[in-house]
T-cell receptor, first 114, second 113 residues
Framework: ETGVTQSPTHLIKTRGQQVTLRCSSQSGHNTVSWYQQALGQGPQFIFQYYREEENGRGNFPPRFSGLQFPNYSSELNVNALELDDSALYLC?????????????FGSGTQLSVL | SQQGEEDPQALSIQEGENATMNCSYKTSINNLQWYRQNSGRGLVHLILIRSNEREKHSGRLRVTLDTSKKSSSLLITASRAADTASYFCATDPWSGTASKLTFGTGTRLQVTL
């Protein structure tokens, strides 16, 4: 157990809908990163939040957005869902987000877009 | 986009044998990490090697790093059925900023009794 919890574990949506995924960081960690993992692929970096501010973004469109709250929990929002958004979404926390830190991952949310 | 690739994509061995997985990457890095993933769920950190290190050990794990060839290897000795999982290398680009890992495509390891 890493102490990082994600909800829900599974979600089914239809194309065009909006979805919110949630993550609670490990205690003491102020940085959270979100990753998308398509079937059979490695995780792809979406964005990172440090102390409630976005601190870097991968190659994802603006319809992927996020928030980090004062307690360092986080949300990932995806608007106008597309079929290709079907994937496992992973949240990871780290102590300060600095290089040379390991990430602690949650178990993920499996999103299916029909 | 994926930073690099693991090789082989899949590996099947018997319990007690050693498993070696290789990772290649494209850009200069600050460090390289290996993670393990069971059944498409969360990833678990295994080991981190810095760009100025060439070899690192942790229990039954041995990691090497060759920055001139932009490659790394993970050796699991005396494998067990419980080692069955997917293994990913992840690089942290030399940017001086907060860590944003770039993962490879993974090696699926199957250890049979």
């Amino acid at each position: 157990e890493t102490g990082v919890t994600q909800s829900p574990t599974h979600l089914i949506k239809t194309r065009g809908q909006q979805v919110t995924l949630r993550c609670s960081s490990q205690s003491g960690h102020n940085t959270v990163s979100w990753y998308q993992q398509a079937l059979g692929q490695g995780p792809q970096f979406i964005f990172q939040y440090y102390r409630e501010e976005e601190n870097g973004r991968g190659n994802f469109p603006p319809r992927f957005s996020g928030l980090q709250f004062p307690n360092y929990s986080s949300e990932l929002n995806v608007n106008a869902l597309e079929l290709d958004d079907s994937a496992l979404y992973l949240c990871a926390s780290s102590l300060t987000g600095q290089s040379n830190e390991k990430l602690f991952f949650g178990s993920g949310t499996q999103l299916s877009v029909l | 986009s994926q930073q690099g690739e693991e090789d082989p994509q899949a590996l099947s061995i018997q319990e007690g044998e050693n498993a070696t997985m290789n990772c290649s990457y494209k850009t200069s890095i600050n460090n390289l990490q290996w993670y393990r993933q069971n059944s498409g769920r969360g990833l678990v950190h295994l080991i981190l090697i810095r760009s100025n290190e060439r070899e690192k050990h942790s229990g039954r794990l041995r990691v090497t790093l060759d920055t001139s060839k932009k490659s790394s290897s993970l050796l699991i000795t005396a494998s067990r059925a419980a080692d069955t999982a997917s293994y990913f290398c992840a690089t942290d680009p030399w940017s001086g900023t907060a860590s944003k890992l770039t993962f490879g495509t993974g090696t699926r390891l199957q250890v049979t009794l």
